[in-house]
């Protein structure tokens, strides 16, 4: 039972990248599904969430009309759009189990985006 995610890298300003959260070893479409991000020397807080219904909840204002997140229950996966990318953003991008994940729920491994010109 594990998530994966990948698709990180680094980006100058204004860039994109889209992250993948796949999940193996359970079925997806019975979480919500959340991507945390966890900048250098902050704590981990959440970005984004898609719950079984596929409704959308944003934890960051700033993040509005440029990431997209979206599931695919018949791959297992979920998907993070991130566009027009700030330094801001720069931190390690983790995904998991539920929109407010704590220690207990199913983590990704974290996949490291960097954001600078």
């Known amino acids: 039972v594990q998530l994966q995610a990948s698709g990180g890298g680094s980006v100058r300003p204004g860039g994109s990248l889209r992250l993948s959260c796949v999940a193996s070893?359970?079925?997806?479409?019975?979480?919500?599904i959340g991507w945390f991000r966890q900048a250098p020397g902050a704590a981990r807080a959440g970005v984004i969430c898609?719950?079984?219904?596929?409704?959308?909840?944003y934890f960051v204002d700033s993040v509005k009309g440029r990431f997209t997140i979206a599931r695919d229950d018949g791959k297992n996966t979920v998907t993070l759009q991130m566009n027009n990318l700030k330094p801001e953003d720069t931190a390690v991008y983790y995904c998991?189990?539920?929109?407010?994940?704590?220690?207990?729920?199913?983590w990704g491994q974290g996949t490291q985006v960097t954001v600078s010109s």
């Open positions: 998991a189990a539920d929109c407010h994940a704590n220690e207990h729920d199913i």
């Open positions: 070893g359970f079925a997806l479409n019975y979480y919500d």
């Open positions: 898609i719950t079984k219904s596929h409704t959308v909840k």
